[in-house]
């Protein structure tokens, strides 16, 4: 069965510094690797997705993650975080097909001044 | 881009109630799933819902509790029955049509 692990909850950050969220995942095939963000009260926003190819996706926002096959990891990195970035941030893996996408506990980032 | 629209978007219920979610799309799609969002968690599929044919549920998830209907291909409902406050989360409607796209959800509080 695939999963994920996000092992941060909380993070905190000073604005203007770089971020890196870790996400590793467990599946048997290649998988697809997706991270969302989720503003307080907002619903879920896809930030960039890995199907093949290039292991660096860039995503919206300034936001980009590396796969890593061989760590089996998908970690999001920005180079400078701005306070609008604090948020909660989710890791997925889907299955083959994209059927079934299973999501990791999320890491909650706070930016400060 | 698909636009999903959920409603309502929040509701507080009582105990033994059953609420229905209605969620639409400003497009045909194939696929859609409805998910469950508990306080301080993450999100977890109840179901996957195609037009045609009867909802798929997860483990833990029943169909006597989460009925769903998908009428056509750009609406479906999830009811919520016998509700008790264990039931209390975001439900969020998602669809695929080359990725998925999340509606803005229904906040359900149970008193």
């Known amino acids: 069965a695939q999963s994920v692990t996000q092992p941060d909850i909380h993070i905190t950050v000073s604005e203007g510094a770089s971020l890196e969220l870790r996400c590793n995942y467990s599946?048997?095939?290649?998988?697809?690797l997706f991270w969302y963000v989720q503003s307080p009260g907002q619903g879920l926003q896809l930030l960039l997705k890995y199907f093949s190819g290039d292991t660096l996706v860039q995503g919206i926002k300034g936001f980009e993650a590396e796969f890593k096959r061989s760590q089996s990891s998908f970690n999001l990195r920005k180079p400078s975080v701005h306070w609008s970035d604090a948020a909660e941030y989710f890791c997925?893996?889907?299955?083959?097909?994209?059927?079934?996408?299973?999501f990791g506990t999320g890491t909650k980032l706070q930016v400060i001044p | 881009s698909a636009v999903i629209s959920q409603k309502p978007s929040r509701d507080i219920c009582q105990r033994g109630t059953s609420l229905t979610i209605q969620c639409q799309v400003d497009s045909q799609v194939t696929m859609m799933f409805w998910y469950r969002q508990q306080p301080g968690q993450s999100l977890t599929l109840i179901a996957t819902a195609n037009q045609g044919s009867e909802a798929t549920y997860e483990s833990g998830f029943v169909i006597d509790k989460f009925p769903i209907s998908r009428p056509n291909l750009t609406f479906s409902t999830l009811t919520v029955s016998n509700m008790s406050p264990e039931d209390s989360s975001i439900y969020l409607c998602?669809?695929?049509?080359?990725?998925?796209?999340f509606g803005p959800g229904t906040r359900l509080t149970v008193l």
């Open positions: 997925a893996v889907a299955s083959g097909g994209y059927q079934k996408v299973t």
């Open positions: 599946y048997g095939a290649t998988p697809y």
């Open positions: 998602s669809v695929l049509p080359d990725e998925q796209f």
